[in-house]
Every structure is written in structure tokens, then in C-alpha cells.
T-cell receptor, first 112, second 117 residues
Framework: SQQGEEDPQALSIQEGENATMNCSYK?????LQWYRQNSGRGLVHLIL?????REKHSGRLRVTLDTSKKSSSLLITASRAADTASYFC????????????FGKGTRLSVIA | GAGVSQSPSNKVTEKGKDVELRCDPI?????LYWYRQSLGQGLEFLIY????????KSGLPSDRFSAERTGGSVSTLTIQRTQQEDSAVYLC???????????????FGPGTRLTVL
């Protein structure tokens, strides 16, 4: 079953605004990753945050992790039309060698 | 190659035909994954390989689906007697290791868009 669940399912904002997407997961993790997908093709890794980290930055991306709430958020600041894509969180399961579990994704539309 | 490649990029087939989808992972990556994605939907996990071994095949939708990996490299996903509901984008990904505490970042191919008429 899907461990990661993103919300909202879809988000539409104006260029220049910030976009926040949330992800919840069910079991304890070693790390959580965020991926981006353009036009239904391959996903691209954006950022990884470890279970002992609370916040991580990469350019205009900021990821937070709250292990007590089993949740993470992805913030894109000063959004651009080119940020339009689907964003997925993916969590591992702190229970051995098992693959990442991807959420259903948030479809972000940035309107110029 | 530099990234994960998949072939064909598009496949149109008639209901009842068999199809074979191919994935070439990044060289040296021991883990390989197959996913399916219907239009506008999330990723549906199908199967993963650690080396040539697939420890868990329970994600395959039916016994018409099978996958193999040879030489720890190329993988093929075979769908027998295709049905219209098999129409989707099939994505392959690879990672250096599986379940690494350093994070098994997955690198995705561009996908194969399968259309069953």
C-alpha cells in the first residue's frame, strides 16, 4: 500500500508566489525524498532529508521533516511557470532492504 | 549511457497481443524498479530487482505480467495477452543500492507509453 500521501492533490498559484506541498507517511523512516515529474515521464530526484534532520534547503526548495507527526513539507519559493509539474514524496521503510514508497503526488500549476 | 534508458518510447498494440518493454539501468546500479502510471495518477509499484533476483512479485497486477533481469543489468517487463486496462506509462528506475542508509535515490528512465487498442 502507498505509505506516502501528499496533499493537496492539486495546487494552482501565480508566478512569484510560494507553493507548499505536504506529505504524510505511516512507518518510521531512515530518510524521505522528494521527486518532480514533468508531463507524465520520468521522475527527477530533488532533495533527500534524513530522519535526524528537521529542515533542508536546496536553491528555492525548502524541505521540512517532522518525525513525530510523520510528515514532511516541500516549499518552493518565488515560483516560476517552469515549476509546473507533479511532485512526489518517497519514503523508505526503516525495516530492511525494501524499495521506496511513493505517494500519489501533488500537481502544481504556476500561472504566469 | 549516462542515464536510465527505456525502449520503445511508445508502443501501440492490439488487445490480446504480447508486449515486451526494456529497461537499461545506469551502469553499476544493483537495484532496478518497475512502476506503472495511468494518466494523471500516481505511481503504481510493480516489482523490483536486487541484482538478478526479484524478492517480491506481489505488486504485479496479474499473472499476465512477468519481469526478468539478466547479468545484473538489462531488465524486460513482459505483458502477455494485453488488455485495454494495461494502457499506461511504464517507468523504470535504478539505484546504486537498495535500502541504503545513505538513501537509495532512484534515477528514472523516460518511460514507455503503452496503448492497447
Amino acid at each position: 500500500s502507498q505509505q506516502g500521501e501528499e496533499d493537496p492533490q492539486a495546487l494552482s498559484i501565480q508566478e512569484g508566489e510560494n507553493a507548499t506541498m505536504n506529505c504524510s507517511y505511516k512507518t518510521s523512516i531512515n530518510n524521505l525524498q522528494w521527486y518532480r515529474q514533468n508531463s507524465g515521464r520520468g521522475l527527477v530526484h530533488l532533495i533527500l532529508i534524513r530522519s535526524n534532520e528537521r529542515e533542508k534547503h536546496s536553491g528555492r526548495l525548502r524541505v521540512t521533516l517532522d518525525t513525530s507527526k510523520k510528515s514532511s513539507s516541500l516549499l518552493i519559493t518565488a515560483s516560476r511557470a517552469a515549476d509546473t509539474a507533479s511532485y512526489f514524496c518517497a519514503s523508505d521503510r526503516n525495516s530492511g532492504n525494501t524499495p521506496l514508497v511513493f505517494g500519489k503526488g501533488t500537481r502544481l500549476s504556476v500561472i504566469a | 549511457g549516462a542515464g536510465v534508458s527505456q525502449s520503445p518510447s511508445n508502443k501501440v498494440t492490439e488487445k490480446g497481443k504480447d508486449v515486451e518493454l526494456r529497461c537499461d539501468p545506469i551502469s553499476g546500479h544493483t537495484a532496478l524498479y518497475w512502476y506503472r502510471q495511468s494518466l494523471g495518477q500516481g505511481l503504481e509499484f510493480l516489482i523490483y530487482f536486487q541484482g538478478n533476483s526479484a524478492p517480491d512479485k506481489s505488486g504485479l497486477p496479474s499473472d499476465r505480467f512477468s519481469a526478468e533481469r539478466t547479468g545484473g543489468s538489462v531488465s524486460t517487463l513482459t505483458i502477455q495477452r494485453t488488455q485495454q486496462e494495461d494502457s499506461a506509462v511504464y517507468l523504470c528506475a535504478s539505484s546504486l543500492e537498495l535500502g541504503s542508509l545513505r538513501g537509495d535515490t532512484q534515477y528514472f528512465g523516460p518511460g514507455t507509453r503503452l496503448t492497447v487498442l
